[in-house]
């Protein structure tokens, strides 16, 4: 069974930093690209960084290159994404999934975690 389990979200002032980890299970992590989306109310899905199984390639959407930073630790089957700069307009709640074509998540959704951007 495909679990996520996202977690260090939080209230953080614009300009500050965050950084929120997924730990994946039920799947052979080391061979899969992950992920990480964010939802706000109302709105779909939009995929905000990407990573390949052995870390070589990364993409990011143009909202937040230059501020984000997606990685992997294949030995604790755990993604993260480091938030920077961040903005009120980063608030949302964030999930990562795995992925075979790129923006097309693989499994169901776990709880997601959510980040807050606000002085």
């Known amino acids: 069974q495909v679990q996520f389990v996202e977690s260090g979200g939080g209230l953080v002032q614009p300009g500050g930093s965050l950084r929120v980890s997924c730990l994946a299970s039920g799947f052979t992590f080391s061979r899969v690209a992950m992920s990480w989306y964010r939802q706000t109310p109302g709105k779909e899905r939009e995929l905000v960084a990407d990573?390949?199984?052995?870390?070589?390639?990364?993409n990011y959407a143009d909202s937040v290159k230059g501020r984000f930073t997606i990685s992997r630790d294949n030995a604790k089957n755990t993604v993260y994404l480091q938030m920077n700069s961040l903005k009120p307009e980063d608030t949302a709640r964030y999930y990562c999934?795995?992925?075979?074509?790129?923006?097309?998540?693989?499994?169901?959704w776990g709880q997601g975690t959510q980040v807050t951007v606000s002085s």
């Open positions: 990573i390949t199984s052995t870390s070589a390639i990364t």
């Open positions: 999934n795995g992925r075979l074509l790129l923006g097309v998540p693989l499994y169901s």
